[in-house]
């Protein structure tokens, strides 16, 4: 780690204000000076620094991914995601971690594992500096019942056995699945609050009784732990907000009275609708069996209309909405993951603004580092991104891993700009 200079750069703080011209400092992991230009304030001189002429390129916070699954092994279904051995799981979630900090994705939000302590394994090896990898917090296996989401087991094996969820069936045994992933170090706890489709359970069926969710919500505060609910039916919103469930992913069917009660509780809780999911799902996945016509009869087409006006109402009553798109099925595979960012603006009709701060700023209180990351200011860590192009005209250059010329994490190069051949050590210049 070396203390940094950026100048010159075009700098899109996370504030929500316009970009301005400026420097940055970063000394140790945090950014210890934002200077506009032409304040008039002139930069005190700082030694032993490696200065970074970024030649007016955009300078902006890490982006922070809000539904991260760094165990879907880019498969098309739930078996083949749970059935990866664990010697190559395990190998398969170290690359994808490298990936999304690659794709500067500097903070994410495990949002379930396909194996008991496999998220748990790689947000451990990240912060010892065993492998490279964003942020990282870790998840547990979805929590399901007998017959519901997750529950992949064959009647002629063992219940608990080669299954893609954590099988729970009453209060008991739910208090014991939470129990044992918080001894395992999760995080948080993911539970299936309603269906998918693709699996043959409804996506607006309901899988639990109050008095199991509320077993689930209350052990998981005994422990410490947050709860985030995968809950596309009406039915499952109200109950995440009834039991004060955090994170509430998709959200695709709501209601007035359920849109209200979100409204009414939007510091509580963080939205990450998963639109990737629906999109591919009706338009991309033909190749692996899911034409147009399958996947309107799975309801996908009607369940992404619902979806997008479900998160219209939800910004016109400026509930925040992240992204996190289900990345790692076959359809959907990991490090595509900006695609959200264009979704927002396209079916949404969030502005790149917006989009550029869904991804940054707003993430940073899910991350549990609220005034920490997704923001250029001073005390932040230095978690930054150096693009060449503006996302802000544009906002699909986060695309594309050739314009994301630098990635700092913790005030380090994950990967640090180019070099001019003529250039000296202790100054650098991107290369056009």
């Known amino acids: 780690m ?6 010159n750069a075009r700098i899109f703080d996370g504030s929500g204000e316009a970009p301005y011209r400026g420097e940055v400092l970063v000394q140790g992991n945090r950014i210890s000076r934002v200077t506009r230009s032409g304040t008039g304030v002139r930069s005190a001189p700082v030694g032993g620094v490696t200065m970074v002429d970024a030649a007016g390129a955009f300078l902006m916070p890490g982006m922070v991914e809000a539904h991260t699954h760094f165990a879907w092994n880019n498969q098309p279904s739930l078996d083949s995601i749970q059935r990866m051995p664990p010697e190559e799981h395990i190998l398969w979630c170290a690359e994808v971690a490298k990936t999304y900090l690659d794709m500067g994705w500097t903070s994410c939000v495990g949002a379930a594992t396909a194996k008991p302590r496999l998220d748990v394994v790689i947000r451990n090896a990240i912060n010892d500096g065993t492998i ?5 917090l870790a998840a547990s296996q979805e929590i399901t019942v007998p ?21 729970v069936s009453g209060c008991d045994e739910m208090r014991r699945c939470v129990r044992m992933f918080a001894k395992y170090g999760v995080d948080s706890l993911k539970i ?20 199991e969710i509320a077993t689930c919500v209350d052990e998981a505060k005994n422990w410490g732990k947050r709860v985030a609910a ?15 469930i955090e994170v509430i992913y998709h959200a695709s069917f709501a209601d007035e009275e359920a849109l ?15 639109l990737a999911w629906l999109v591919n799902t009706c338009h991309n996945a033909s190749e692996y069996g899911i034409t147009p016509q399958v996947a309107r009869g799975m309801g ?14 939800l910004r016109r009553r400026d509930v925040r909405i992240l992204p996190g798109g289900d990345y790692g099925f076959a359809w959907t595979p990991h490090g595509t993951n900006a695609k959200d960012l264009e979704y927002f603006v396209r079916h949404v009709g ?24 997704g923001e250029i200011r001073e005390g932040c860590l230095a978690d930054i991104l150096l693009v060449d192009g503006d996302p802000l005209e544009d906002i699909a250059v986060l695309q594309d891993k050739r314009r994301i010329l630098a990635v700092m994490k913790d005030g380090a190069f994950h990967r640090a700009p180019p070099l001019r051949s003529d250039a000296r050590s202790e100054m650098t210049r991107w290369a056009a």
């Open 2 to 7: 070396a203390d940094v200079l950026f100048t």
């Open 132 to 136: 490279v990898g964003p942020r990282y």
């Open 147 to 167: 017959g519901g989401l997750g529950d992949t087991t064959a009647p002629h094996l063992p219940q608990h056995e080669f299954a893609f969820g954590a099988i």
């Open 192 to 211: 299936n609050l309603s269906g998918e489709s693709i699996t043959g359970f409804p996506s607006e069926g309901s899988q639990f009784t109050e008095e």
């Open 230 to 244: 995968h809950a596309r039916s009406t039915k499952s919103i109200k109950r995440c907000v009834k039991h004060g």
């Open 260 to 274: 209200d009660l979100l409204e009414e509780n939007k510091k509580q809780h963080f939205i990450a609708p998963g």
């Open 300 to 313: 996908y087409f009607r369940e992404l209309e619902a979806a997008i006006e479900t998160m219209k109402a």
């Open 350 to 373: 969030m502005s790149t603004t917006e989009a550029l701060l869904s991804a940054t700023a707003w993430g940073a209180p899910m991350m549990k580092l609220k005034g920490q990351v």
